[in-house]
């Protein structure tokens, strides 16, 4: 069965065009969790038992009586999910298309983050063997490729890079080639405040302008977050990434 929200006013947990699928024995995607779900699953589930096909609509009313203090109002249509129907299903845009530049420790921990988010990511790396022998998700490509810094050429206008190699010089010559394109989403090196500085001193003599040496981020990650432990700069890196303005 498909679940979709069809329509809603005021504070609800998803936005009208939100789905779920429910199966007797699974469930894929959320229209918000709680009550809400709950109860939306289990009429599914009654109505997929009984081998009702019809589509059925429901008000539902988010408030105490749910269990649920959003307060607003929604429409949920349930319905047997059909090849027309998923012909229709529309695929959501990403948030993003971001280019990441290094496959190791940092590396890993951002493309394992990214999996679970609705962006287009290419991993880049010169070395094969860096990458994991379990496979990434559909929506991450693998490139192996060299010299690394010709792949910044093939990004798409406005798409994001993040540069995580194990070399200062290789960093130093993938942020040029996005600087000199110029038209990025965002840019972000890792390092420190003094890499930064060095940087941006070569790129001056280079005569890259200073409103574009001003777009790129380094150090990388939301301010706030302690640790250098892969996974913890992982999580600082990611939430900076969905703060970008789309």
Do not use: N
Not at 2 to 7: E, I, K, R
Not at 33 to 56: F, K, Y
Not at 74 to 95: E, F, G, N, S
Not at 200 to 212: F, S, T
């Amino acid at each position: 069965m498909q679940v979709q929200v069809l329509s809603a006013r005021g504070s609800v947990p998803r936005q009208p065009g939100t789905r779920m699928l429910v199966a007797a024995d699974e469930v894929l995607g959320t229209i918000g969790g709680g009550h809400l779900e709950w109860r939306a699953i289990d009429t599914a589930r009654a109505r997929l038992a009984a081998g009702q096909d019809e589509a059925v609509d429901d008000a539902v009313a988010l408030g105490p009586a749910l269990g649920q203090c959003c307060g607003g109002t929604l429409v949920l249509r349930t319905q047997r999910l059909t090849p027309a129907l998923l012909a229709q299903w529309p695929m959501p845009a990403p948030r993003f298309t971001l280019q990441v530049y290094g496959a190791g420790h940092v590396g890993r921990a951002v493309v394992a983050l990214l999996e679970g988010i609705d962006c287009r990511v290419q991993w880049v790396d010169e070395r094969e063997s860096e990458f994991p022998a379990a496979p990434s998700a559909p929506h991450v490509e693998r490139v192996c490729a060299e010299p690394v810094e010709a792949e910044v050429a093939l990004a798409p206008s406005g798409a994001f890079y993040l540069v995580l190699t194990h070399s200062h010089d290789l960093d130093l010559r993938i942020a040029e080639a996005v600087l000199r394109r110029g038209d990025f989403g965002y840019l972000g090196l890792i390092g420190s405040r003094t890499k930064r500085a060095r940087f941006l001193h070569r790129y001056e003599a280079r005569g890259i302008a200073p409103d574009v040496l001003a777009r790129m981020t380094c150090p990388v990650g939301v301010e706030g977050i302690e640790g250098k432990a892969p996974e913890v700069i992982a999580i600082a890196v990611v939430a900076q990434l969905l703060q970008v303005p789309a």
